[in-house]
């Protein structure tokens, strides 16, 4: 009877794109850790479901919820360029891969890094070359040797992340950097909020991680891991959506508070709603 091996449990939930189509959606896990959505729309179809005034992510919206999420980011925006610049050093090429209104670009424009971003969401590229940003809509043009590449909440939205792994490790210079940051279907309020957890934003969302997958995946295109650490006010805003999305009225409490114990969570864990992760280019 040892030598019978029971199969593993797959994890598999049925959702819906709870933004714009309501559409139905199923993602299932194909690797260890690592989730697909199902069906996927293609390329030239997905910025259909980008089309809403509640995507905060490229719009500025007047309610409450706009103007919270709009202070976090001006929070995370310092965050973001302090862990950035510890790694840049002195006046080196920086690119922002999936760079929506180019906020982080301007910010490392602004202080004398030379900085690009790429956004291929129309609207988001052109609100870019309004603030005169270095924007790509792909890599075709752009040439390597950058020190470092962040790519904060993108690649999850790849059909083939893989492919992206292994161009942002040609564009690195020797001694590159890569940040990746990516939300994590271990976390507390993932398993809380089932098919309603927003982190899983089919089908915006391709692919999903976790900690595990993501490190994975660099490795075999090349990083190597230095660092990992947590995107605590990710929580609260995945967690408030997400009642958002069960139409609870008193949402915003209860998503606050399980956006809280999602984080407190994290000391006991090890996993956050999202956790952003430093990688060097190996040779």
Known sequence: MSDIKVPRETKEISTRDYLVSNEEFVVKEIKKGLLKTTPQVSDKDIFNYYNSSDYLSHNKGSSFFSLVYSAASKFMLKRKFNL??????????????????????????????????????????????KKKIKVFKNFDTISSGFHLISCWHSLEHLLDFNKALKKFYALLS????????????????????????AGYDTPRHRYHFNKRAIVLAAKNAGFELLKSAPMFLDAFYVSILSEKYKKNPL???????????????????????????VFQKSN
């Open 84 to 129: 950035i610049a510890k790694y840049m050093g002195s006046s080196k090429r920086f690119l922002d891969f999936g760079c929506g209104v180019g906020d982080l670009v301007s910010v490392m424009q602004f202080k004398g890094y030379d900085s690009s971003g790429i956004e291929n969401n129309s609207s988001a590229y052109n609100e870019c070359l």
């Open 174 to 197: 020797d001694d590159g950097f890569l940040i990746l940051a990516v939300p994590n279907h271990d976390s507390l309020d993932a398993k809380y909020y089932q098919k309603y957890w």
């Open 251 to 277: 949402g915003f409490f209860k998503g606050f508070l399980i956006g809280l114990l999602s984080t407190i969570s994290y000391l006991f864990t090890n996993n956050a709603s999202s956790h952003y992760f």
